[in-house]
């Protein structure tokens, strides 16, 4: 019985510790009735991460994102994870068509073709980025000069709309300032946080 008890009392702390982190306060968009989404919020947006595999993952998440919810990308990461082989950049820069009928078949992620033949193509460009620059976020840093962006309320700007404009001219697509945008959000360059949430931060107090 002591094993039971220690099972339930475990359980009720988890409970305890997730309705805790429901009612602190959060981004507007951020949907507390979604565990992944509240991870999310709390420990990864926004958090830098210039990881090169982390940098491919993200901008083909973003891309799938174009005209649906962040939220429902994000329920289906893990099988995306799954099916684009852990985002290794060698294995999708040589799917075969075989492997893209698979995907456009795969129920569990989002099945839109043109996404799924935009992901491969702009995989093989990420990777002539990496090869010219050394790496993704080399590249990333042209644009940014090392500096994370403090902006709330916004939805593009300059900083995206240049890099959107670099990508597209070297041949990527689903990648408009918007979702470029979002990317940098994502990947913490620009940290956009609410003010009422108590992940707020400015630049005057980033070390707060």
Not at 63 to 89: H, P
Not at 91 to 117: A, Q
């Amino acid at each position: 019985m002591t094993g039971l008890y220690f099972e339930e009392d475990e359980n009720n702390i988890k409970k305890i510790n997730y309705q805790r982190r429901r009612d602190m306060n959060r981004c507007k968009w951020c949907n507390l009735n979604n565990p992944k989404y509240i991870d999310y919020h709390d420990n990864e947006w926004g958090v830098l991460n210039l990881d090169d595999t982390y940098l491919l993952e993200m901008l083909i998440l973003e891309m799938f994102q174009a005209g649906l919810s962040w939220e429902c990308v994000l329920n289906k990461r893990e099988a995306f994870r799954t099916a684009y082989d852990d985002f290794d950049i060698d294995k999708i820069c040589n799917y075969t068509e075989d492997k893209i009928k698979e995907l456009e078949e795969n129920k569990d992620i989002i099945r839109n073709k043109l996404k799924i033949k935009a992901s491969i193509n702009n995989t093989k460009i990420f990777k002539d980025i990496k090869e010219e620059y050394g790496s993704f976020k080399n590249y990333l840093l042209t644009f940014t000069n090392n500096k994370i962006y403090y902006e709330i309320n916004m939805v593009s700007s300059e900083l995206s709309d240049n890099i959107s404009k670099d990508l597209r001219k070297r041949g990527m697509t689903f990648v408009g300032t918007t979702i470029i945008y979002s990317y940098l959000q994502t990947i913490g360059i620009i940290y956009s946080h609410d003010r009422d949430c108590y992940l707020y931060k400015e630049e005057a107090n980033e070390n707060s």
